[in-house]
């Protein structure tokens, strides 16, 4: 069993950049493929993107392609996700979630809201 906990979230203008920060405590954290996902008001939950055990494979929603990146450092239990030109379509509580196996996304984090002016 592992525990992730979202950091790092916050309040930047239309256009700036955001690093998310999910630390990972319990298990051996290298079993686990990572992911991130997001919800707005409202609306339902959304994938963002996931990263395999490794850090090797990664693919992401349609919708951030080209301006969000997921990585991770096994030795330091922390998965990132780097946001650049964040828009006002972007806010939300965004979540970390941990899978021993791929796709069943079994552990969450508590999120981390982000929230962007135009």
């Known amino acids: 069993q592992v525990q992730p906990v979202e950091s790092g979230g916050g309040l930047v203008q239309a256009g700036d950049s955001l690093r998310l920060s999910c630390a990972v405590a319990?298990?051996?954290?290298?079993?686990?493929?990572m992911g991130w996902f997001r919800q707005a008001p409202g609306k339902e939950r959304e994938f963002v993107g996931r990263i395999s055990r490794s850090g090797n494979y990664t693919n992401y929603g349609d919708s951030v392609k080209g301006r969000f990146t997921i990585s991770r450092d096994n030795a330091k239990n922390t998965v990132w996700l780097q946001m650049s030109s964040l828009e006002p379509e972007d806010i939300a509580v965004y979540y970390c979630?941990?899978?021993?196996?791929?796709?069943?996304?079994?552990?969450w984090g508590q999120g981390t809201q982000v929230t962007v002016s135009s």
């Open positions: 319990g298990g051996t954290f290298s079993n686990y493929a």
């Open positions: 979630g941990a899978a021993r196996y791929w796709g069943n996304f079994e552990y």
